[in-house]
């Protein structure tokens, strides 16, 4: 039985090296990306002549952008809203029947600017009440930063391209994932995302039937301290996070 076929864009990053990885044996991935990905057929583009590596594939997940808080308007603009509206066009042309938008969690830290999340984040527990109530997909967007704001443009992309044509569009706001695969600082016991739970989350999405037609999912390990709420993403995708921050807190971490 053939493999689906499966396109990342940015593949040569932290995260699309971790979905290569672990998806090879049961998607036929090609990359999009400006460099060769060792051990992927890689299309040698950036995000803006790309419509004939879409061609034939069955799921995209879009990774590429550029994601440090210092970057200008100037850099933003061009991959991470120009880029993204190519992306999503090019595969709503080629039919491809669902795409996974690699949003952020950027998209509400605003929030931590007020308690008890600018306690839990800062790891003055306590200073933090026994319970909090979680930031879920439903509370009003706070972006931070102008990378923040690039990815609540491509949310609002993706919800009118799932409204007008029939092409599947799921947003995932991704924690802390990094190349430790461990919270390396205070901020990251709250909001990290082990190698293994954001593989489970993309196959789950990438795996759910034809009617989610679109949603928004928070994607973080289920850490002691998190305020993303994932209940939402176990509810409609069955997503089961087996990592918790907190199992490294005497690992050498900075506290």
Known sequence: MARPKLLITGASGLIGGVLCNALSDRYEITALNRSDVPGVRTIRADATSIVEAFQTQDYVVHLAAKSALEYTWDEILYPNVIGTYNVFQAAVTAGVSRVLFASSGSIT?????????????????????????????????????????????????????????????????????????????????????????????????????????????????????NYRGINHAREIVGYAPQDNAEDHRESGTNQ
Request: net charge neutral; with cysteine.
């Open 109 to 225: 830290v605003g929030w931590e600017q007020e308690e008890p999340y600018r306690s839990i984040v800062r790891g003055q527990y306590d200073d933090v009440p026994p319970s909090w109530p979680m930031i879920t997909h439903e509370k009003p967007p706070r972006p931070y930063g102008l990378y923040g704001c690039s990815k609540l443009w491509g949310e609002g992309l993706a919800r009118h391209f799932s409204d007008t044509t029939r092409t599947s569009f799921v947003c995932l706001r991704i924690g802390e994932v990094v190349p430790e695969n461990k919270p390396t600082n205070t901020r990251r016991f709250s909001m990290w995302c082990s190698h293994r739970d954001l593989i489970q989350m993309v196959e789950r999405c990438l795996a759910a039937p034809d009617s989610l037609r679109f949603d928004t999912f928070y994607v973080v390990s289920d850490n002691k301290w």
